[in-house]
Every structure is written in structure tokens, then in C-alpha cells.
């Protein structure tokens, strides 16, 4: 949108380590660009400012239009964005073995602060009052419009040249019937992990009790997730390994975050799933493929450990 408005823009990513040196240094560019450029409208988006604890500094540059009592030029215009402040809701313990390990594992608090954000959705902090007044609630997306972002989204990411020449079973086929079936079962791949994308959001909401639990962040992650184990993959290239990251990615992004009762139940959705989804290429269960992930990257470890060792002694041996 600044782009079709021929507006410069800056977007910032704040978190809780950062600082009001971070900020002073992130805005510099475009202040200086502004300075220079006064009849160019420059805007500055400050993603999730209330996660820093330097929330007294985003509440000048917003409220003052300015940072350490540096006014700001004219031409900038900055936005912001913050995390709700909702508290998680309590979520019955899996079983008694869980049940007995809340019971007996003490908790610590630093502040009273410290503790009232340990029960939070988001960790994020009191806005100052004269902030509050700026506040606006844009709601959520509608389940269509998210579906219609998760579409987007997928296809983009697939669509990449670098991803498209890796996937061998559709890049190195030269048999014109061939390329079209290859063509054809990668396509229905990415419908099959945009569906399970899809549902793996719904999944969340509703065992988390929270809609506010998953976001199109999640959606950027869990597509970034999948290239990286999709690059990765011994078997890189075939369908299966593009299934093996499909499973992974969902599994970092969304089963990770879940009781033992609840993960099983996951389990079967996108087992299930990708069992009746393209070509029935998969047999194996999304904890199998974890557990297989596990042993994979231990042997590494091991491997890389053990070879490290060994030149080790060697290099001793050869200086005596």
C-alpha cells in the first residue's frame, strides 16, 4: 500500500530485548531521508512496541513526535502496533503426572510486574496513560479473509524461482507428460499444506481457548519453516521430502506448542489428512516423521562430535 501511495517506508520489529539505542539507531535513516526530502512523506511502522520495556521512549516518538526530545520533521508519520493484553486462559493439566508437576514445581517472581505477565497470552507491558488514548482495536480477520492470506502467502513462497529448481521431481523433468504430472502433483502439495495450514490455526484456537493464539505471523513462520527443512532434506527434491518439511514446519509452528492429549489429536488430523491428500505418498504418522527428525539430527551431532574428537588426538599425536 505505501508503495501504490509512492510513500517511503520503514518498518521496525521491536521485541523485549530492545532498546532505545536500537531505536535511535533504526530511525536515523528515514530521519535523515525526511530532513533531506521534505516534500516526500516518510512512514515509520513500529511493529509490537509494548513487548520492550523501553515503552516510555515508543510513547514520545508517537504521542511527541519525537525521541530524547529530538522533534521529529513534518514529513514523518508514524504508526504502531501493539500486542493485545490478555490473559491465558487456564487450560486443565493432561493427566495426573502433569497435574502432579505443576503442583510440586515452585515458581519464582522477580517483580509483581514479573508476575502479572507470566499469566499473559503475549508478554507485554502497561502502556503509559497518555498512550491509551491513541489506542484502537482493529478486531481479527474473518475465516475467509485468512484463508485468502494463507493462500497468498503459500503460493508466494512456492512460486520462488530458488524453490521451484530445487524440487528435482518437477525441475529436471523433461518428458512433456511427465512435467505436466509433476506439475499437477506439486500443485496439490501446496493446496494439501495451505489446508493444513488452515485447519493447524483452527486446531490452536480452539484446544488454547484464544483466537488471538495464532496470527499470519504463523503463517509467514510456518512457510519460512518449511523451506529450511525442505533445503535440508537427505532426500531432497522428491515428494516425499517436500511432505517430510510439510510435517516438520507444522509441526515447530503449531504441535510444539501443545499439551500430550492434545498433540495426539493433532497428530491425527494432519496424519489423516495427508494420508487421503495427493497421491498418498505418506504412511508414516507426523510424530513418527518428529521421532525419525530426532534420531537424524542426534546421528549428526554424534557424527560431527565423535570426528571432532578424533582430529583432536590426532593433531595431539602428531605434536608429540
Known amino acids: 500500500m505505501a508503495s501504490a501511495l509512492n510513500i517511503q517506508m520503514t518498518s521496525i520489529d521491536v521485541h523485549g530485548g530492545y532498546t532505545v539505542e536500537d531505536l535511535q539507531r533504526d530511525l536515523e535513516d528515514p530521519?535523515?531521508?525526511?530532513?533531506?526530502?521534505?516534500?516526500?512523506?516518510?512512514?515509520?511502522?513500529?511493529d509490537e512496541i509494548n513487548t520492550s520495556p523501553e515503552i516510555g521512549a515508543f510513547k514520545e516518538v508517537v504521542c511527541d513526535h519525537s525521541l530524547k526530545g529530538k522533534v521529529f520533521p513534518g514529513n514523518v508519520v508514524v504508526v504502531a502496533a501493539l500486542n493485545p493484553y490478555r490473559t491465558r486462559p487456564k487450560i486443565p493439566s493432561n493427566g495426573p503426572r502433569n497435574k502432579l508437576e505443576d503442583k510440586n514445581v515452585s515458581k519464582h517472581y522477580l517483580t509483581e510486574l514479573d508476575k502479572e505477565m507470566s499469566d499473559l497470552v503475549y508478554q507485554v507491558f502497561p502502556l503509559p496513560k497518555s498512550l491509551e488514548i491513541y489506542v484502537w482495536n482493529f478486531g481479527s480477520l474473518s475465516e475467509v479473509d485468512e484463508?485468502?492470506?494463507?493462500?497468498?502467502?503459500?503460493?508466494?513462497?512456492?512460486?520462488?524461482?530458488?524453490?521451484?529448481?530445487?524440487?528435482?521431481?518437477?525441475?529436471?523433468?523433461?518428458?512433456?507428460?511427465?512435467?505436466?504430472?509433476?506439475?499437477?502433483?506439486?500443485?496439490?502439495?501446496?493446496?494439501?499444506f495451505i489446508h493444513l495450514i488452515s485447519e493447524s490455526q483452527k486446531f490452536l484456537r480452539k484446544k488454547l481457548k484464544d483466537r488471538s493464539?495464532?496470527?499470519?505471523?504463523?503463517?509467514?513462520?510456518?512457510?519460512?519453516?518449511?523451506?529450511?527443512?525442505?533445503?535440508?532434506?537427505?532426500?531432497?527434491?522428491t515428494s516425499y521430502g517436500v511432505v517430510e518439511a510439510i510435517m516438520l514446519s507444522l509441526a515447530h509452528c503449531y504441535y510444539y506448542r501443545l499439551n500430550q492429549e492434545h498433540r495426539q489429536q493433532y497428530d491425527t488430523l494432519i496424519t489423516e489428512d495427508l494420508k487421503s491428500g495427493p497421491g498418498r505418498i505418506v504412511n508414516d504418522s507426523l510424530i513418527n516423521v518428529i521421532a525419525k527428525e530426532h534420531q537424524r539430527c542426534a546421528y549428526h551431532f554424534l557424527f560431527h562430535y565423535q570426528t571432532k574428537q578424533f582430529k583432536l588426538k590426532k593433531k595431539k599425536k602428531k605434536n608429540k
Open 31 to 46: 530521519l535523515q531521508e525526511a530532513s533531506r526530502n521534505p516534500k516526500c512523506t516518510y512512514l515509520v511502522f513500529l
Open 147 to 192: 484463508q485468502q492470506y494463507i493462500t497468498v502467502m503459500t503460493k508466494n513462497m512456492w512460486s520462488k524461482p530458488e524453490f521451484l529448481d530445487s524440487v528435482s521431481f518437477y525441475s529436471r523433468v523433461a518428458d512433456k507428460k511427465k512435467k505436466t504430472d509433476a506439475e499437477s502433483l506439486l500443485k496439490n502439495l501446496q493446496q494439501c
Open 213 to 237: 493464539v495464532c496470527s499470519l505471523r504463523d503463517v509467514r513462520r510456518v512457510n519460512t519453516l518449511f523451506v529450511w527443512f525442505f533445503n535440508n532434506r537427505e532426500d531432497k527434491g
